[in-house]
Structure formats: C-alpha cells, structure tokens
RNA sequence: GCUGGAGUAGCUCAGCAGGUAGAGCAAUGCUCUCGUAAAGCAUAGGUCAUAAGUUCAAGUCUUAUCUCCAGCACCA
C-alpha cells in the first residue's frame, strides 16, 4: 500500500479532498463545526462536530455526492494570509477554529483556504483546483475524541482516501478487500488454529491443537536461542498476592487493568499481569556474588491483563497471554553488554523470521508526568542516557519517543511494519533500576559489599499469541514447513490399489519426526488435493501406480502447480534438512 | 471504556409489508471413484445471541444484557 503521507503529490490532493469533504458537509449539515482534517498514511480524514447528528452509510453516500458535484463546478482554491487578530475576529463564530488560533503565537501569520463558499483554516500547500479531486472515496466514519484525550466529547471522523486516477483508486480499494482475507481471525478460523468461547470469557482465545503445533514450535526454537545464550528458565504461578503488586509498584500503577483482587482465607490474591516481581524473588532467593552475574531467568509465562473491552482483538490484544520474558539481573558495568546480546538476539530471531521492515523506538518517560512515572530524576537520567549510550555505540539507527516508558524505566520497543495495517510492537528491552531496590535485591561485590543489581526486562517474541497473529497475516496462513501444523499431506490416487503404498510413506515419514496426515477418505483425488491446497500445506505427496512401481514420490508444494518425483528416502531426507534449516 | 454497525444450522449467507425458517459447503449413510483446485443421491442438523416487553401472532418492532466488527482512547 501507497504512503500516502509521505506522497507529496498525494499528500496535497488528500489534504485538498479533506477540505472538499468538509465543504460538502457544511452543505448537507449548516450547523457543522470542524475540527482538524490531516493527511494519513491511508488518505485522509476530517473531525465534525455535528451535534446530534450521528452519520449513517446512506449519509456517507450522500456526501460523497456532494462532493463529485462542487468538484465539477472546478471553483479555483484561494490562499489568504492573515492576522492573528483578523483570524480570531473572522472564525468568531467558530470556537474549534479559535481554540487552534488560540495556540499560534502572537504575530503569527495564519493562512486561510477558500474554495467557493468554504473557507477553512489551513497551513496548506493545496491543488489549484476542487477540479483535482476527482478519484476519492470515503471509506469508513467513527466517533474520535477532541484533541485525542478520551475526557473530551467525541467528534465525527469520517475517513476517505484520493487518487490521481482510477485505477490506482480502484488498486487501492481491492488491496482494502484483500487485507481481509490476511486477518489473523479469518485465518484462525479457516485453519482450526484458535477459537473462543463466551463460557470462557472475552479475549480468552482456545489454541487448537493445530494452534498449539505453532506455538510449540515457537517455545522450543526461542527456548534453544535462550538457553545457548545461558538464560534459566523457571515456572511461577499466575497470581501473586496483592502485596507482592504493591511491593513492586505496579498495583498503584496499573490495578485499575488487572483483573479484580480475589481472597482466599486471609490471603488477597490477583492474576498476575506481568512477571516481574515473580522472578525478584527468584533471583533474592539466593545470595550472589558479583562473579555470578548476570542472571538470565527465563520463563513462558501466562499473564492476565484486563484489557478495555474495546481494545481486545483476536490473538493480537488478548485478557490471558503467555509471554516470552526473561529478567536480567546485570552488575551496572554489565549494562551495555547485556543490552548488546538482547539486541542481536533480537535481530537474529528476526533473521530467522525474514522480518526486515522494523524500527526501534526508544521510549522514555515524560519528565511533567509525575503520576505515571516513578520520581527519580537522577534514576532517570542515568537509565535513559545509559541506554541511548548502549544504542549509539551498537550503531542500530532509533528514535526517541516521550511518554512511552514504562513506570520504572526506558525501554527500547521494536516495531515491526506488516504486510498490511499499521506498525506492531514485538520486541521490548527495558532498563529498570527500580524494583531491584524495591524487592531490596543485592549482590556482594569483589570488597564483600552488598550492591543493588539492574535489571534488564526483555521480550523477543513479545507474546506468543500476538507474534503468531502476526506471523499468519504475514505468511496468510501458508506458514513455513518447520511451523507448519501439518508439514506433508499424503493422497493415495485410489484407495484400492495404492494406499498400502500410501501407509508405508506415511509410517517412514512419520517415524523420523515428520508431521504427517494420510487422507484415506474415499473421495476423488481433485476434491483430496484441492482440500490440501485450501489448507495451506506445504507439501502434497499424490501416490498412485507409478510411484508404488518406482518407490518413489510425487510432490507439489504449496503454490506451486507442478509436480517433482523424487525416492522416498531422498524426500524425506531434504525434509528434514529443510526443517532443521527452518525453511 | 466511548461512538457507530452487526449477531439466523459446524462454516458462508438468504429470509426484514410482523403470520411461526431456507440454500450451498461441511457432517452422516449409500452409490460412483487409477493422476493434481469441489462426483451423485439421501438423511440429519436451528428455543433465529440471551432476557424481558408490545401484539391474536415476533428472526422481523421496543428495551436491557452479552459477544463480534470498524474507529477512538488505552497497552506494565
């Protein structure tokens, strides 16, 4: 998909056609107050304040005709250049445009965009003409807040998008068509992968055995880079006491998104949202010395997050998820090291996944934010400049984001552009010198002193429910051989003659640790093989005369039409060969 | 959570002047099946998301709740 943002001719024909959209709105609906209309990346869109009014698809219609309409009448855009004072005295009527004036500086020059009889407040550039716009469509309306904050009212934004021609228009909209059949959800479904359930609760997704062959795959490779890199993993339970929250701060923090605290005899309990302070005490459990850090402890563990009810979405954003952490417990002169191995890990694994389109953010707190940040300055300072330090010298390109940190420190986000729809976050590396000292976590150093460790909070997979969301609308569900729930589906050509052949295949392939299934059922060979395909297996083995004579096999791989024969023995030698190479 | 839309058979969907539910695929049974994307016939399958209400009569109208979808807000 086009950027259309970073377009600039389409960039300025979206902005134009966000002000041809409010033109045509303030036509159908007098009473319309606009708030700011930008270009996006998918096109553009305008927030309405329309009082009452709520838009409807026949609405949607309905303006979209309007708009073809000034558009032909071809009216030139006009830019004007005025006064603060001019603007604040011609917008009078008009307290969203005062509110934005408001925010320009004394002195300023403010221009203003006029097209017939609409005028709109607007740093521009724009086309010459309504005339350009000719190729939009407006996709899509919904409720947004004013100036994003959740406590304003919320407006009307209706989206839309424009072309230069119809063609790309038309290229556009089908790619929009298309992006459906690469949801995840679509694909969970279709493939057996995962399922939910109201009995068991909203955001609570089922792994199915096909979903669960997935994930393990996903455990053991990401199990094997750990422990190669001398991580320990642990199991710990998912709750943990209300005490332990508060002892590491995340219960002031976030209790208001955990799920609500339960009490057993005297104890208070919550589901644990994080691990955390589970592996605090794993590592206080003994005593160190500074010769046995670090200390990786690595665990897959199930969190529970009580998600707002409108963020929840298939596997991606989930109540119950199982994450791929590890705690890090490094000396401060370990820091940048330590760091360095979680980045390369982290580009290895994605490596080994082909993802190249990624950037990495480095978030840091938002020093007037008092509430959501833990008050250290000096803490701060040295965590936040101890990692862009780390970043700079491994020369990995970043850009700073305020306000994202976690409450106890920076962290380094990884976020990865799909195939369609906006960037993911995956990976997180986070520098914590917090709950170190709240869990009063010490090791003895070369003088026999006791010393505060850092901690280095790291996902890679990030979870395992998001990472596979991710990984099917990626491959669309054609997964890779290693990942793939079934990796060779054998169809005798007829079941009379040549399924003892077919069962001895499938006996040899499976007795080396190849995924395996043998379609015996009694139904043409076409229905079998198309079966096969709509599944997305790799491999399809069609066995009839010819191979019981040669002891051979006949294959087609997954989007391929033709064929390839090739000894059993060579077949399922080069499979074995390709899934250790994680083909 | 907010704004708007939607929930009919395992799946995809039709039925919407209110008169008591229908198709294709899948399932089951039988028949047919020797070479690469859907063989034929039959059978079974639904308190139309849930609960209340209006009505002689509700899948269809009203209200509430739940879930799903699109955005917004949120994401340790």
Request: with cysteine.
């Amino acid at each position: 998909m086009k950027n259309i943002k970073e377009d600039e001719r389409l960039s300025k024909l979206n902005h134009s056609c966000a002000h041809l959209l409010a033109q045509a709105v303030k036509h159908l609906y007098p009473n319309a107050l606009f708030w700011v209309g930008p270009v996006i990346e998918e096109g553009f869109y305008y927030d309405i304040d329309l009082g009452d009014i709520t838009i409807t698809d026949e609405d949607l219609e309905k303006i979209e005709k309007e708009m073809k309409k000034i558009s032909k009448d071809g009216k030139r855009i006009y830019r004007e250049e005025i006064s603060k004072e001019e603007a604040l005295e011609r917008f009078k009527n008009d307290p969203y445009k005062i509110d934005l004036i408001n925010n320009f500086e004394e002195g300023t020059i403010i221009s203003c965009y006029t097209q017939g009889d609409f005028t709109d407040l607007c740093r521009g550039p724009h086309v010459e003409s309504v005339k350009e716009l000719k190729y939009f469509k407006l996709i899509k309306f919904s409720g947004a807040y004013w100036k994003g904050d959740s406590k304003n009212k919320m407006l009307q934004r209706i989206y839309g998008v424009c072309y230069e021609n119809e063609e790309d228009l038309n290229e556009y909209l089908k790619e929009l068509e298309e992006a459906k059949e690469r949801d995840h959800r679509k694909i969970g479904k279709d493939l057996s992968i995962f399922m939910q359930h109201d009995l068991v609760g909203k955001g609570m997704p089922l792994w199915l055995p096909n979903g669960a062959l997935i994930r393990k795959q996903l455990e053991n490779y990401i199990y094997e880079k750990e422990h190669a890199l001398g991580y320990q993993h642990v199991y710990t339970p998912c709750v943990g006491t209300v005490d332990l929250y508060k002892t590491s701060g995340h219960w002031d923090h976030y209790k208001e998104n955990m799920f609500p605290m339960m009490k057993v005899d005297e104890e208070e309990f919550v589901l644990r949202p994080m691990n955390c302070p589970h592996h605090m005490l794993v590592y206080a459990n003994e005593l160190h010395s500074y010769r046995d850090l670090p200390i990786r402890i690595g665990e897959f563990a199930t969190d529970f997050r009580y998600e707002a009810s409108g963020a929840v979405k298939g596997l991606e954003r989930v109540r119950c998820m199982c994450q791929n952490d590890a705690h890090l417990f490094v000396t401060p002169e370990q820091i940048g090291e330590e760091f360095k191995k979680v980045v390369r890990l982290i580009l290895d694994v994605y490596k080994d996944f082909g993802l190249k389109d990624y950037s990495f953010r480095l978030s840091l707190r938002d020093k007037e934010d008092k509430e959501k940040y833990f008050d250290d300055d000096e803490m701060w300072n040295m965590a936040e400049n101890k990692l862009r330090e780390v970043l700079d010298d491994f020369g990995v390109p970043y850009y700073e984001a305020v306000g994202e940190a976690a409450f106890y420190g920076p962290k380094l986000d990884v976020e990865v552009k799909p195939a369609v729809g906006p960037e993911v976050t995956l990976s997180t590396c986070q520098l914590d010198f917090l709950l170190p000292r709240r869990f009063e976590l010490f090791y003895i150093d070369q003088n026999g002193e006791k010393q505060i460790p850092v901690v280095i909070h790291r996902a890679i997979f990030g979870t395992f429910d998001r990472f596979t969301a991710f990984l099917l609308e990626e491959t669309k569900g054609a997964l890779p051989l290693w990942l793939s729930p079934t990796q060779v589906d054998i169809i005798p050509v007829n079941n009379e003659y040549h399924l003892d052949y077919s069962k001895e295949v499938f006996n040899k392939l499976e007795s080396v640790g190849i995924r395996v299934k043998l379609d015996d059922r009694n139904e043409k060979l076409g229905y079998k093989v198309r079966e096969s395909i709509v599944n997305k297996n790799p491999y399809t083995l069609i066995l009839g005369q010819k191979e019981v004579e040669s002891k051979n096999v006949s294959y087609r791989m997954y989007s391929e039409e033709d064929t390839h024969q090739m000894g059993l023995d060579e077949f399922a030698q080069k499979i074995i060969d390709d899934i250790k190479a994680r083909k």
